[in-house]
């Protein structure tokens, strides 16, 4: 059998989950004895498109596997170039990620020209089959991207389901890998002197892109519930805003909240997330709609307990009473589930979270590929 594996998706000098995804799971496919490279983007979206201040990472590259930047998602002739430099190459298997339905045109374009070596099998990683944000082409440009695929791979039962009005073909739900590349838990009290935070304070944390679905406005309306004011409890929101942060400073002078809130809005680069989920008391999810989410593994790797709000696949990966809390989207709801956090405590969900961690692991997700 032909050991070659390519993965098509995000990787450096781009940043963000996506990129730190491929990079751990090239990492493992290594491990498992595949000749693995990450195929990435020279362009992936133009400026205007993208919300955040930059696309690119600060960090070095990784050393330890093989990237190649070459995929212009907005440049057919491109697209020909990579998908017959693909096609001759005969890898055994692709994996490419999908996430959004701007990059069917580019990914279907290249995955065609592939499959006409009769030979490459190609397995997509299905982050989202029908978008957060609706726009305008999704339908037909993920009808044309599925075409080319041989199997699927979901990290939610939303999405497995979202896949079904596009495809019959082979696909299998599995949980999202825990994030282990972000380096070892430290210690609460050097986390927070690091951050510059008190080491006495209750915090509660935030964590990701600013985005409508992830809900962060009505965590703000929890911080105003007046239980919550009385337990002087902090909220770090540490994250770059993905849309325009007026609305939420508007919502944070209204509510009159500021004293309670920590912001550092800005991107947190890879060497720093540690220390972010290393501060923390609890991890708060309070998304208003939700395929799977990057920050529940991470919160697992760090063994943080969580607080997550009862839509998509979350309290799937976040069992009631064992790993943390499941609340109702509404702010009086995700305040009384953050009260009963701290009744609890961190150690009362620490046994269930280490057992229920074991499920997480790279693995299983090549060994799920490799099987499809």
């Known amino acids: 059998m032909n050991q070659k594996v390519i993965i098509i998706g995000p990787a450096h000098p781009l940043r963000g989950g996506l990129a730190s995804f491929d990079e751990r799971l090239a990492k493992q496919f290594q491990q498992q004895g595949f000749d ?101 082409g999704d339908t037909p440009f993920t009808q044309y991207f599925v075409k080319p695929i041989d199997a699927f791979v979901t990290m939610s039962a939303k999405v497995l389901n979202d896949l079904l ?35 006495d304070d209750k915090i509660i944390l935030f964590f990701g892109f600013i985005r409508k679905y992830k809900g962060l406005d009505i965590l703000l309306e929890a911080m105003d519930d007046e239980r919550i004011r009385r337990s002087n409890i902090k909220l770090l929101v540490a994250g770059e805003f993905y849309e325009d942060r007026k609305s939420y400073d508007d919502l944070i002078t209204q509510l009159n909240i500021s004293s309670q809130l920590i912001l550092k809005t800005e991107f947190i680069s890879d060497s720093e997330v540690a220390y972010y989920l290393s501060a923390a008391d609890f991890v708060i999810q309070p998304y208003r709609n939700a395929t799977q ?29 064992k790993v943390g809390l499941v609340a109702e989207p509404e702010p009086r709801s995700v305040a009384t589930q953050i009260l009963k956090l701290y009744e609890l405590g961190e150690d009362y969900f620490l046994p269930q979270l280490r057992e229920e961690k074991k499920k997480y692991s790279w693995k299983i997700l090549v060994d799920t590929i490799i099987e499809l």
């Open 293 to 321: 989410s990057g920050v529940t593994p991470l919160a697992y790797h760090f063994e943080k307990p969580m607080l997550v709000t009862n839509v998509g696949g979350l309290p799937d990966l976040v069992p009631d009473g």
């Open 165 to 199: 009005s596009f495809t019959s073909k082979p696909s299998k739900q599995i949980v999202h890998p825990l994030y282990d590349n972000f380096g070892e838990a430290i210690s609460k009290n050097i986390a927070r002197e690091k951050l510059g935070l008190s080491v």
């Open 36 to 136: 693995t490279t990450i195929y990435t983007f020279s362009l992936q979206y133009p400026d205007f498109l993208f919300p955040g201040t930059t696309q690119y990472s600060s960090e070095p590259a990784p050393t330890d596997i093989k990237i190649k930047v070459c995929i212009n998602s907005v440049n057919p002739l491109n697209w020909l170039k990579v998908g017959n430099e693909l096609r001759k190459i005969k890898p055994a298997i692709i994996v490419v990620r999908y996430w959004l339905p701007l990059m069917g045109p580019c990914l279907g374009t290249i995955l065609r020209l592939v499959k006409r070596n009769k030979h490459t099998k190609v397995v997509c990683i299905a982050d989202n089959v029908i978008p957060h944000e609706k726009r305008f």
